[in-house]
């Protein structure tokens, strides 16, 4: 027996701790223990062929194996401006940057069978048996063994089915593995960017960055971060999810976090970087520091820049650019100053549209956290009712909203039913007295005689039970 993987569980184990223990969120590692000899006889004659050896020890070792790891939300994956760096010919490289990428790695001794391309004519039997599957990555795409490229160390390909094309990963398995580990598990869509006819390429200028990111990703410390420029860093690393990372802006001016934002900025490759997640890192440490530049968003002439370079960026969604302005006015510009804008410009949108849709209301004003937008909404609402509940929910009804809703019109009622619902399930219900309760309880039932669809029975039903719960505890 060879022993290529005689380490590979311990080596993972400390890719895993490594990862944990740097505050990487979610991740996820879990293995099974090898498969028997007369299970690893079992597969191969239902495949009629003996395994490579390499295949065999390794599901041997360990029948299955799933490490999964996401990055922080809104983390920015590039060199900063003082990891610059020049290739073997002395010439500055371009700044790196990656985007849609995931951790995600492993194997599956139940998943080793035959694998037909869709795009292929398969109508011979070599064909039929050239390709073995090892996993399956998050997008259904298979790892595969290519039979044809070596019956004892066969190349790993991944193929990519929404292209109908193979990448070339790696010359063997071990080899797969060893890259992999190296990684830490990285998952790229885009694999043939970082590959070549060897597979992937660990020296090519993505893949460098990655490992200089990640160690410094594993290696930085909030406590290290002793300087506004370094407290940034380290937050384009790790997000602005942990109420630490907060606190320690608040040592600092608001004005002189959103300048230090801003040089950042200009010293990256922003039309790379999504603006939303820029938007965040500003909107979430800087606030009303940066209301001066958010103000300068509604202005037509720097409104048209940025969606200009929203557009040009693969990752923004259309309308993206309206979204995010109206999530940094709910937290850089004093409330009724941010709310004007924003509701202005949903009024100027439902006039060009010839309506207003709940769920674009709820995307532009759902931060605002305001009851004011209960009252404003009012006269707004129309089917469906889905967005306009949502928004009901975030904007924290009063009492008196939520009893005026429910003594309203159907729509009006449907809203503030589900509106309850949702915030039973995910949004602390408001404090009131017993007696709002007990009104509001008694509007639902009255609801409950009024209602035709059994669907809309259902929801006050449950919305009544589970108030009543609450009452009990």
């Known amino acids: 027996m060879t022993v290529h993987f005689a380490q590979t569980l311990e080596k993972l184990e400390q890719v895993v701790d490594r990862l944990r ?4 969120p979610d991740v996820v590692y879990q293995w099974t223990e090898g498969i028997s000899t007369g299970e690893l006889t079992e597969l191969e004659e239902r495949l009629q ?4 050896a390499s295949l065999s020890e390794l599901i041997k070792r360990c029948g299955s194996l799933n490490l999964l790891w996401c990055l922080p939300q809104h983390c920015i994956v590039a060199d900063g401006p003082e990891c610059s760096y020049k290739n073997s010919n002395d010439l500055e490289q371009e700044q790196c940057i990656l985007d849609d990428i995931t951790g995600e790695f492993g194997w599956n001794h139940e998943y080793i069978g035959y694998f037909t391309s869709y795009g292929e004519d398969t109508d011979s039997a070599a064909d039929e048996q050239r390709y073995l599957i090892l996993n399956y990555n998050g997008a259904g795409d298979p790892i595969l063994l290519d039979m044809a490229t070596s019956a004892t160390e066969p190349a790993v390909f991944c193929y990519h089915h929404e292209l109908d094309q193979f990448t070339l990963l790696a010359e063997n398995l071990p080899a797969y593995i060893d890259t992999m580990l190296t990684l830490h598990g990285l998952w790229l869509w885009d694999w043939f960017k970082v590959a070549d006819e060897h597979g992937i390429q660990l020296n090519s200028p993505p893949l460098q960055m990655w490992q200089r990111w990640l160690n410094m990703f594993c290696t930085m410390k909030l406590e290290d971060a002793q300087s506004l420029e370094t407290l940034i860093h380290y937050t384009t690393m790790h997000g602005v999810d942990y109420p630490a990372v907060l606190q320690a802006f608040q040592a600092y001016d608001p004005k002189d976090i959103f300048l230090a934002w ?3 900025w200009q010293n990256i490759q922003h039309s790379q970087v999504p603006f939303s997640t820029w938007a965040v890192l500003v909107g979430e440490t800087a606030g ?7 103000r300068s968003l509604w202005e037509p002439e720097t409104a048209q820049a940025w969606t200009s370079l929203a557009q040009n960026n693969t990752l923004h969604a259309k309308g993206a650019f309206a979204s995010t302005r109206a999530y940094l006015s709910a937290r850089c510009l004093p409330e009724q100053e941010g709310l004007v804008c924003v509701c202005n410009h949903l009024l100027q949108h439902s006039v060009a549209e010839d309506k207003l ?3 674009t209301a ?3 004003l759902q931060h605002f956290r305001s009851p004011q937008i209960i009252n404003w909404m009012r006269d707004k609402v129309n ?5 306009w509940a949502i928004l009901f929910a975030h904007s924290r ?8 809703w429910l003594s309203d019109s159907e729509l009006h009622q449907k809203i503030a039913t589900e509106a309850l619902d949702i915030m039973i399930h995910r949004d602390p219900l408001p404090a009131l007295e017993a007696d709002a309760w007990a009104n509001i309880s008694d509007l639902l039932l009255a609801s409950l005689q009024l209602v035709m669809l059994k669907k809309d029975k259902r929801r006050i039903e449950a919305v009544l039970k589970q108030l009543s719960d609450l009452e009990l505890r």
């Not at 223990?21 to 990487?24: D, I």
């Not at 089917?383 to 967005?387: A, E, M, Q, S, T």
Request: proline share 8%.
């Open 397 to 404: 009804p009063t009492a008196e909203q939520l009893i005026e």
């Open 288 to 294: 009303i520091g940066a209301a001066d530049w958010v």
């Open 362 to 364: 709820n995307g532009q």
């Open 383 to 387: 089917h469906p009712v889905d967005g």
């Open 21 to 24: 223990q740097s505050g990487m």
């Open 49 to 52: 062929m003996h395994l490579p």
């Open 262 to 264: 801003e040089q950042h």
């Open 357 to 359: 849709e709940g769920y």
